[in-house]
């Protein structure tokens, strides 16, 4: 039976309720200028909030008592507006005029505008967390914003010279996905003020989580029947080698690596190039590999929550890794 985040969410329903009204009181302008618009619109496009859900669930997890207070609401918002904020640049560095389905910010108000934005939301962070004074907090977060624009270099570097290998691509998405749902999770208990061995726990917790989300984000690049709210094949469009395609070159020759590398790079001016590679991975298993590749992340994952109390909010965090694996969107 699948997991539904619904479920997921149910011991900490009433916080995330609260939280939405802290999200909109923090970020929300009060005027009616094109930045008021654009961040509303932001706002309003946010996705499924996993990771501010990872915050409260080991939040709760790590506290001796199973509650948290303002400081964790804190935690939640400083990671939501990191992630914000990367999606709206994101957008801009891949030129995308979708985002869940729904035209991006730089398609609504132009490039320019949306990197603005993004700059905005991110200067927002640094002003909130500084008035707050949680300065454990506001540190340990903020760090991870250097790590991900890491990433996109990596990431943009690689695809410039088709030669990604798997410890490449781990390097990247741990870079640009598994370090923020490593934070996420850390922050939570440090946000109850957890021991540094809960702290350890959940960071071990979060990174492998992060790195099996990305690895079906991935995988569902390939498939054509999922509403992921992008177009299917985006990755190859861009010219980025991700792990299904990995998978093959890894078990291929020097000669047949050089021929798949040849039809990528062809890729975003030939339709009949993407729709060659869709069918190589497809046939060739490339999806299967990459998702026992994604299960053994899932494991890991699991393993450091075993470590934890039981509770409710453990339970949710269990599901949550299930519903990861099994998401098609």
């Not at 999770?185 to 990305?214: C, E, P, R």
Request: charged share 25%.
């Amino acid at each position: 039976m699948n997991i539904s985040l619904e479920e997921i969410r149910e011991p900490i329903k009433a916080n995330l309720t609260e939280f939405e009204d802290f999200v909109r009181k923090s970020l929300q302008l009060d005027d009616e200028t094109l930045l008021s618009q654009m961040v509303d619109y932001v706002l309003s496009t946010r996705g499924k909030g996993i990771r501010p859900v990872i915050v409260m669930l080991c939040a709760a997890s790590s506290s001796t008592i199973n509650s948290f207070g303002k400081r964790t609401y804190l935690a939640a918002l400083l990671v939501e507006i990191i992630h914000q904020a990367s999606l709206v640049h994101d957008d801009v560095i891949d030129n995308s005029d979708k985002r869940r389905g729904r035209p991006s910010v730089n398609a609504l108000w132009q490039s320019h505008n949306a990197v603005l934005v993004g700059d905005y939301l991110l200067s927002k962070l640094m002003t909130i967390g500084l008035q707050s004074g949680q300065f454990d907090l506001l540190s340990h977060i903020v760090g991870t914003l250097t790590t991900l624009c890491e990433g996109e270099v990596l990431q943009n570097d690689h695809a410039s010279r088709l030669d990604t290998t798997r410890q490449d691509y781990y390097s990247i998405i741990e870079k640009k996905t598994a370090s923020l749902f490593a934070t996420s999770a850390t922050a939570g208990a440090l946000s109850v003020k957890a021991s540094h061995d809960i702290q350890n726990t959940m960071y071990m917790f979060g990174y492998n989580l992060g790195m099996a989300f990305q690895i079906v984000d991935d995988i569902l690049d390939y498939e054509t029947n999922v509403n992921t709210g992008k177009p299917s094949m985006e990755d190859v469009l861009e010219k980025k080698i991700t792990l299904p395609l990995i998978e093959i070159m890894e078990r291929s020759s020097e000669q047949e690596c050089e021929r798949l590398r040849e039809i990528i790079s062809r890729c975003p001016t030939e339709s009949n190039a993407v729709e060659q590679i869709r069918e190589i991975v497809l046939h060739q298993k490339g999806i299967d590999y990459a998702r026992e590749t994604m299960k053994v992340f899932i494991q890991k994952a699991l393993s450091s929550l075993s470590q934890l109390p039981k509770s409710i909010y453990v339970d949710s965090l269990m599901k949550l890794c299930q519903f990861v694996a099994e998401r098609n969107n």
